[in-house]
């Protein structure tokens, strides 16, 4: 039985997930991460032993499927019997940036299917463990787009937006039980999210931070270990973090004439 305590992370294999295991890694937390490319996750494992993490599981996952939702689920369970601390329900993306008339079927799919439908899988699956074992701190990682929307975001920012309405419903439903809840909301952070969201175009991605320095996945992923390591009795319901050179969605100070 280990004593150390345990953090369960989905969309770990890069970005904010993976910078997250690393910050509980190096506070010899234990780590069960899951994403759906297991080589990567491999990789991350050895490396978050090397960090310092006490003990490490790693799974295949893929957030859209819900027989895949809870082989996971089953597996952090019988790895870490003693019980979760703190999940960090992390897996998202955006695809592409089209207006409503233009957005294709498998864009709107794979948003509402990861972003929400998968975000809502994950709790499914990990809440009625964390009220047997009466603790635990859910981390649901939302984004401005969750309170703000733009053109050519119309799906992105719903499904961000869902899951905000998520987050706060939980904030409720869980009020009397000591399982704690936060939305993280970033603004712009410089991750393979562009990458993602414009199908490999390296120099598309680049473009969205250009002239700007954006915030990284090392940024947030020390902001959610802040939440998680307050005293028990605090819930920091909410968490945006914005670039300072960010002030809006359409407000981004870029230094455009030097090379930075
Ligand atoms: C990412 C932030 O502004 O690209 O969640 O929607 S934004």
């Known amino acids: 039985m280990n004593s150390s305590k345990v953090v369960c992370i989905t969309g770990a294999s890069s970005g904010i997930g993976a910078a997250t295991a690393e910050t509980f890694a190096r506070q010899g937390w234990s780590v069960a991460i899951g994403a759906r490319r ?11 032993l090397k960090l310092g993490a006490d003990k490490v599981v790693h ?10 939702v809870l082989e996971f689920a089953a597996k952090v369970k019988s790895g870490f019997p003693e019980g979760l601390d703190v999940l960090v329900n992390n897996a998202g993306l955006a695809l592409g940036t089209s207006r409503m008339p233009q957005v294709t ?16 899988s994950v709790l499914r699956a990990f809440l009625p463990w964390m009220l047997e074992q009466n603790r635990g701190h859910i981390f649901n990682m939302g984004s401005v787009a969750g309170f703000w929307v733009y053109e050519g975001g119309s799906i992105y920012t719903a499904s961000k937006h869902a899951l905000n309405a998520i987050t706060k419903t939980l904030r409720l439903e ?3 039980t000591p399982i704690r809840i936060t939305s993280i909301d970033p603004g712009m952070v ?16 680049a473009s969205v931070y250009k002239g700007m320095t954006p915030l990284t996945a090392a940024d947030i992923a020390e902001c959610i270990w802040f939440a998680a390591s307050r005293p028990a009795h605090v819930n920091i319901d909410q968490m945006v973090l914005m670039p300072v050179d960010q002030a809006s969605v359409y407000k981004v100070h870029r230094r455009l004439n030097c090379s930075t």
Do not use: P
């Not at 297991?38 to 978050?48: C, E, G, T």
């Open 59 to 68: 799974c295949e996952l893929d957030v859209t499927s819900r027989k895949s």
């Open 174 to 176: 869980l009020n009397g």
């Open 105 to 120: 079927d498998d864009e709107v799919d794979a948003m509402i299917d990861t972003n929400v439908k998968g975000a809502i």
């Open 38 to 48: 297991v080589d990567a996750l491999k990789d991350l494992s050895a490396n978050l």
């Open 190 to 205: 410089e991750t393979g999210f562009s990458e993602v969201r414009y199908r490999g175009d390296t120099d598309k991605a």
